[in-house]
């Protein structure tokens, strides 16, 4: 049946950066089609928030939150212990957490910077598959947030460019290394998304968007959502998504 095709009841489903934005849309939209979800974050309260308001609701998984900071290896494995013993299973691991508040020509920019991006937005995909496989007894499912920025130039944007080009190849690595153990990997490259990180980073206000929208001149006709970026995780992870792996997908509204 149709349905059966978005089904994820009995699944237990992780997703970093599930505080806000993307992360949290995605955390909803998978309780909606059943799975259990774990929400990490560095931030508590965000995530409990958005646990509480998953459990509030008429969704059908239930969700806990975890503390995490993706940048540890170590904490990346207590994630995915804390799946396994909270739900008895892992099946869907969603890297979405990432981003860089920082825009600087690489000639200026702050070896910190380079180095902390990296961690967050490269290597922290590395922990989370690392840690999510060795629980996939039965096969499953990643993803992996990256970026149009990881397949376009953009000034100012080297040190996070780099880091999701990095993510995209590593994808595609992921996928053959990872297929004779029936696990799928993909990754996501949201165009522009306005959620508050996305406002903070680029020093944007809502009001500023109708005249970006004009300046994109996206085929779409608008900005995405959240729930834009989710329903394509919803399509990967799910039975739909059976025979896709190693795509590095586009979901930006435009070519």
Known sequence: MMQDLFDLTGQTAVITGAGRGIGEGIAHLLAEAGANVVCASRSTNEISKVADD???SNSAGR???QATDVSSAEDMDALAQRAVDEFGRLDIWINNAGGSLVSAPITELDPAEWDKTLAVNLSSVFYGVRAAARHMTNGGSIVNTSSMAGRDPFPGSGHYSAAKAGV?????????EMGPQKIRVNAILPGFV??????????MSD????????QLNLPAGRLGTPRDIAACVLYLVGNSGEWVTGQNLCVAGTV
């Open 63 to 65: 969700a806990i939150a």
């Open 54 to 56: 998953i459990n509030a």
């Open 194 to 203: 306005p959620t508050d990180t996305v406002k903070k980073a680029l020093n």
């Open 168 to 176: 995209n190849m590593l994808t595609k690595t992921l996928a053959l």
């Open 207 to 214: 009001e500023d968007f109708g005249p970006l929208l004009e």
